[in-house]
């Protein structure tokens, strides 16, 4: 049955974060010494085969996109949770940002922090994620400077990063028909509000789906 709400069904908030559901991805770069760099987002989305990426000013990844353009967005399934949070207060910035220093610390190898191990990608020098069952071979393409908006100024400002996906690796398993994502399969680990959840039961599909 339909609802229909009243104006005084509504609350006018400030949230600090818009994450209505996001999904995870874990990016892998290279490191100025060659090593790798791995962080997790909650901000991307693509058009095809074209991904932005939205990254903070001060972060390890940033950086090292602007010297290094190749990288690999690792999707991880659910059960993955944990190994991804113990990602999230590591910082690859040595020292620290200042303003990261009472949350964060540094770690230089975030590989083997989260219980993650390298794989060789086949275009790109940044390595692949082997625990994440989806990975997108990438190069960027483009990056622009966030401004304007005082809530991620007051965070040192941020970039929307253009990449193009180069290569697509999925696990055997969640393959049907050649080149289809099984969905009923494959579950995105989701970031809903600084929370970690999955997917719950499929509601039903829209008039485009081939699978």
Same mark, same amino acid.
């Given at each position: 049955?339909?609802?229909?709400?009243?104006? /005084?069904?509504?609350?006018?908030? #400030?949230?600090?974060?818009?994450?209505?559901?996001?999904?995870?991805?874990?990016? /892998?770069?290279?490191?100025?010494?060659?090593?790798?760099?791995?962080?997790?987002?909650?901000?991307?989305? #693509?058009?095809?085969?074209?991904?932005?990426?939205?990254?903070?000013?001060?972060?390890?990844?940033?950086?090292?996109?602007?010297?290094?353009?190749?990288?690999?967005?690792?999707?991880? /399934?659910?059960?993955?949770?944990?190994q991804v949070e113990a990602l999230a207060p590591l910082t690859g910035r040595n020292p620290v940002p200042e303003d990261k220093r009472e949350k964060f610390r540094f770690e230089r190898d975030k590989f083997a922090a989260a219980s993650f191990t390298t794989m060789p990608s086949e275009v790109v020098s940044a390595p692949r994620v082997r625990e994440c069952p989806v990975q997108l071979e990438a190069v960027t393409r483009s990056i622009h400077e966030l401004s304007g908006e005082s809530r991620i100024q007051k965070l040192g400002g941020a970039a929307s990063v253009e990449i193009?996906?180069?290569?697509v690796h999925v696990r055997r398993d969640f393959v049907v028909n050649g080149h289809y994502i099984d969905p009923a399969k494959w579950q995105p680990l989701i970031y809903n509000f600084r929370h970690y959840f999955g997917l719950g039961e499929e509601l039903g599909s829209t008039f485009r789906a081939e699978v």
């Open positions: 049955m339909s609802h229909s709400f009243e104006h /005084s069904d509504f609350e006018t908030i #400030a949230p600090k974060i818009l994450y209505f559901g996001n999904p995870v991805a874990l990016i /892998s770069s290279l490191n100025e010494d060659g090593t790798p760099n791995l962080a997790p987002i909650s901000s991307f989305w #693509a058009l095809g085969w074209t991904m932005t990426l939205g990254l903070l000013s001060d972060t390890k990844t940033l950086q090292n996109l602007k010297a290094q353009p190749e990288c690999v967005v690792n999707l991880p /399934s659910p059960d993955m949770w944990r193009e996906i180069l290569r």
